[in-house]
């Protein structure tokens, strides 16, 4: 169990964090653990995903990360009760609202397609805990754990474990991975901020005073006639103008013959 401990603290406690987890009795009891700091800063990103259909959402995630924002590979772990949760650790702490950023940038690009409840970012707006895997869910019998990716679809039915884990393998699973360096998280996050989107473009009906602003026909006219007429011919007017010019032109040539 101690083994187990260590990978955890190593990946996602904060410095000077007491040590949550198992208890001595390996029994799957398990005191939340708070991801946040007292001075507002986290080290754990987390993203719980509530329902096991949604696995091959996860795995694409998982895949982007590596991939698309040339990050170290995050945990993956599988509930006790339902669904799974994804985690990233910083080799250092960040502040929360950095944090937050970085999960809602991963939220648009990625998961926009799932329903806001079927997901739980952590940090979010709200303080929240989270349990710590490997755990036993009283309330199902089933075990949460970290799982090989590969196994992901394994559960995508039904989640969360028969049986306790081997704890020694939990924690080769997780000494396997790294943290995030700064760099590389300022990286991704300028990777995610080139993906959003431009403005939309502005599609409200211009108003009459603005429309007259596009004219380049200038305005050295000494009559009304000569205005019309060059609004007519100004390639900068759209149709709307030049038909509008050419009804106030008839006056001018009302009975002319040739």
Same mark, same amino acid.
């Given at each position: +169990?101690?083994?187990l401990?260590t990978?955890l603290?190593?990946l996602?406690? /904060? *410095?000077?964090?007491p040590?949550?987890?198992?208890? &001595? ?5 398990n ?14 990103l ?5 329902r *096991?259909?949604?696995?091959? !959402?996860? #795995?694409?995630?998982?895949? #982007?990360l590596?991939?698309?924002?040339d =990050? ?22 960040? *502040? !929360?609202?950095q $944090?937050?950023?970085?999960? $809602? ?7 926009a397609d ?13 303080? $929240?805990?989270?349990d710590?895997?490997p755990?036993?869910?009283? $309330?199902?019998?089933?075990?949460s754990?970290f799982?090989? &990716?590969?196994?992901?679809?394994m559960?995508?039915d039904?989640?969360?474990?028969e +049986?306790?884990?081997n +704890?020694?393998?939990? @924690?080769?699973l997780?000494?396997?991975?790294k943290?995030i360096? #700064? ?6 996050? @300028? /990777? =995610? ?5 431009? &403005?939309?473009p502005?599609?409200s ?11 380049? !026909?200038?305005?050295?006219?000494s009559? &009304?006639?000569s ?7 100004? *390639?900068s007017?759209s ?8 009804k ?11």
């Open positions: +169990m101690n083994k401990i990978q603290q190593r996602y406690f /904060l *410095p000077d964090q040590g949550l987890g198992q208890s &001595p009795e390996d029994d799957g009891s005191l939340p653990f708070q991801p946040v700091s007292a001075d507002g800063t986290v080290r754990t987390s993203i719980r995903f509530a *096991p259909g949604d696995w091959e !959402v996860l #795995a694409q995630l998982y895949q #982007a590596r991939e698309e924002l =990050l170290p590979a995050p945990a993956i772990s599988v509930s006790g009760d339902k669904g799974f949760r994804l985690w990233l650790s910083l080799a250092q702490p960040i *502040p !929360v609202a $944090a937050r950023h970085f999960l $809602a940038e991963l939220r648009r690009r990625y998961l799932l329903p806001p409840a079927s997901l739980e970012l952590v940090p979010g707006a709200e303080p $929240a805990t989270i710590l895997a755990a036993l869910n009283t $309330a199902t019998g089933k075990w754990a799982i090989d &990716p590969s196994l992901g679809s559960f995508s039904e989640s969360g474990l +049986m306790a884990p +704890m020694d393998r939990q @924690a080769d997780l000494a396997s991975l943290s360096d #700064a760099a590389a998280f300022r990286h991704g996050l @300028a /990777l =995610l901020a080139a993906d959003e989107p431009s &403005p939309a502005d599609d009906p211009q108003r009459p005073a603005d429309k007259h602003s596009t004219l380049t !026909v200038g305005s050295n006219y009559d &009304p006639k205005f019309l007429l060059a609004v007519m011919n100004d *390639p007017a149709a709307g103008q030049r038909i509008k010019a050419a106030a032109l008839l006056p001018y040539f009302a009975g002319k013959r040739d």
